[in-house]
């Protein structure tokens, strides 16, 4: 049974950058039954902390800067609301930033030419624990489960990888770079490579793409 239906309203904060589209999303999601904009504004430095202090059910959101800094920003924002929906608008059919933003735990991305109903369809889906994304990009995500490597005891055992350096070889086989895994894990560039570097040496592989297929040689691909 859908939120609003057992009398929850849905509380929903924008940031988008744009004006016109901002106060636009505003009152045609006010206009619907059972949910309201609590809060609507332009990305700013301490956006963060006013979405921590309303306590919102889902976040509409539009990128805010380049993939590295949205993964950032998701990363830091996940960390101070736990149980937040967030979805993102105005998106491009893009497949590197709708995996990276699936990584950074979105649960609804949406194209730019989304429609209104598209979009109080999203706000409603996310908060029943359904995910929403574009048909055309969900390809990408069975593609990217070709490429998961779950954490495996034997890799344990025979590589003394530890939990984290597993995830790190995940991260590496979906292609994200140094750079963007910095971002997701709120460290340097610097301690990712070392973290690289460290992870090869276990496996005594030459490079990201050796170390990914000794991995899948072992069976441990999904």
């Known amino acids: 049974m859908a939120e609003e239906e057992k009398g929850h309203v849905i509380k929903v904060f924008l940031v988008v950058e744009n004006r016109l589209l901002r106060e636009a999303l505003t009152r045609i999601l006010n206009k619907k039954s059972g949910i309201a904009v609590i809060a609507a504004t332009a990305a700013s430095s301490d956006v963060v902390e006013q979405i921590s ?7 509409l959101l539009d990128a805010p800067g380049t993939g590295s800094s949205n993964a950032h920003f998701l990363a830091v924002l996940r960390r101070q609301v736990q149980s937040l929906k967030i979805v993102m608008v105005g998106m491009d059919e893009d497949r590197e930033s709708f995996l990276s933003t699936v990584r950074s735990g979105v649960a609804g991305y949406l194209l730019k030419d989304a429609s209104a109903l598209e979009v ?6 996310v908060v029943n624990e359904e995910a929403v994304c574009p048909p055309r990009l969900c390809y990408a995500l069975f593609e990217a489960m070709v490429s998961y ?3 495996s005891p034997s890799l344990r055992m025979e590589f003394g990888l530890t939990r984290r350096e597993q995830q790190l070889i995940q991260m590496m086989s979906g292609g994200l770079t140094n750079k963007e ?5 709120s460290l340097s560039e610097q301690t990712v490579k070392n973290h690289v570097h460290r992870v ?3 496996l005594g592989a030459s490079d990201r793409l050796s170390a990914v297929e000794l991995c899948r040689s072992r069976g441990l691909s999904a």
Do not use: F
């Not at 109080?120 to 889906?125: E, H, T």
């Open 149 to 151: 490597i779950p954490p």
């Open 120 to 125: 109080v369809a999203a706000v409603r889906a």
């Open 200 to 202: 090869l040496q276990k």
């Open 181 to 185: 895994i910095a971002s997701q894990w």
């Open 53 to 59: 202090q309303h306590a919102p059910d889902v976040l």
